[in-house]
Antibody, heavy 119, light 110 residues
């Protein structure tokens, strides 16, 4: 069925790295823009990054620029988020989300993977 | 990339209508018709309920409607039902090729 499944979260110390994955199924992954969105415990949603179909264009929220990198492997139907120099404030549930074609909205979400940055 | 402004909470009785506002700037809500709304129940992933200001995805109840005037978008839920109790978030595309969410509104059905 149509779904996104995130993985790779865990507990990590400040300054360390983590790579999240998002496996897509049930739709033609390569033709869609994809996003990462996070939600700190008890807080609201925060958009993190976007990657175009083909992977040539990538944009980030200011707080993660230079630390996080979004990428995709269309042969594996998988979206990634490489997170370096992690900070305590990066602690959140990280969702991957599919863009609803040409509408700049998020029409399919995974269940999220929890990243906890703690010493 | 400041968050869009939403009321922290709204409430209504079953059958009533409520409206949630979402105020941005001329760099996001005011500049594009790419405002969307999401419903999130506790412990669940968000669900798209409105896209491009006024459009409902297939399967979303007609009781949900959206509008926009200037820098402020609004979500109206008519005929409130107990299952509408949830958190609601607005989002907009911005002139910085990024997206911004509102802080979220907790809807209580009395």
């Amino acid at each position: 069925q149509v779904q996104l499944v995130e993985s790779g979260g865990g507990v990590v110390q400040p300054g360390r790295s983590l790579r999240l994955s998002c496996a897509a199924s049930g739709f033609t992954f390569s033709t869609y823009v994809m996003h990462w969105v996070r939600q700190a415990p008890g807080k609201g949603l925060e958009w993190v990054a976007v990657i175009s179909y083909g992977g040539s264009n990538k944009y980030y929220t200011d707080s993660v620029k230079g630390r996080f990198a979004i990428s995709r492997d269309d042969s594996k139907n998988t979206l990634y988020l490489q997170m370096n120099s992690l900070r305590i404030e990066d602690t959140a549930l990280y969702y991957c989300a599919k863009d609803r074609s040409s509408s700049w909205s998020f029409d399919l979400w995974g269940r999220g993977t929890l990243v906890t940055v703690s010493s | 990339q400041s968050a869009l402004t939403q009321p922290a909470s709204v409430s209504g009785s079953p059958g009533q209508s409520i409206t949630i506002s979402c105020t941005g700037t001329s760099s996001d809500v005011g500049d594009y018709n790419y405002v969307s709304w999401y419903q999130q129940h506790p412990g669940r992933a968000p669900k798209l309920i409105i896209y491009e200001v006024t459009n409902r995805p297939s399967g979303v109840s007609y009781r949900f409607s959206g509008s926009k005037s200037g820098n402020t978008a609004s979500l109206t839920i008519s005929g409130l039902q107990p299952e509408d109790e949830a958190d609601y978030y607005c989002s907009s595309y911005t002139t910085s090729s990024s997206w911004v969410f509102g802080g979220g509104t907790k809807l209580t059905v009395l």
